[in-house]
Nanobody
Framework: QVQLVESGGGLVQAGGSLRLSCAASERTTSSYAMGWFRRTPGKEREFVAAISRSGGTTSYADSVKDRFTISRDNSKNTVYLQMNNLKPEDTAVYYC???????????????WGQGTQVTVSS
């Protein structure tokens, strides 16, 4: 069973930065593609970013492209999401996920963390 634990969320002003981390319970990051999704109240989880097993391929939602960067350190079994120039509309619970390949649909991902809250004030 793969376990994922997110950290790094919090309250930040618009224009600020946060870095989310996702620690895996085993050699997850070398065996799985990793991703980040987010959910706001009343909405479905939406794709944010994903990275391939090797780190050679990344994918981003248009809404975060050029502001967010996903990366991984397989030696630490950790995936990161660097979020810059944050906007109030980025406010959400952010979830880390692991799966067989990069996909924008939640149904393609097999494992999920509990989520970490990110709040961006205007």
């Amino acid at each position: 069973q793969v376990q994922l634990v997110e950290s790094g969320g919090g309250l930040v002003q618009a224009g600020g930065s946060l870095r989310l981390s996702c620690a895996a319970s085993e050699r997850t990051t070398s065996s799985y593609a990793m991703g980040w999704f987010r959910r706001t109240p009343g909405k479905e989880r939406e794709f944010v970013a994903a990275i391939s097993r090797s780190g050679g391929t990344t994918s981003y939602a248009d809404s975060v492209k050029d502001r967010f960067t996903i990366s991984r350190d397989n030696s630490k079994n950790t995936v990161y999401l660097q979020m810059n120039n944050l906007k109030p509309e980025d406010t959400a619970v952010y979830y880390c996920t692991a799966g067989s390949y990069i996909a924008t649909s939640t149904s393609r991902w097999g494992y999920w963390g509990q989520g970490t809250q990110v709040t961006v004030s205007s």
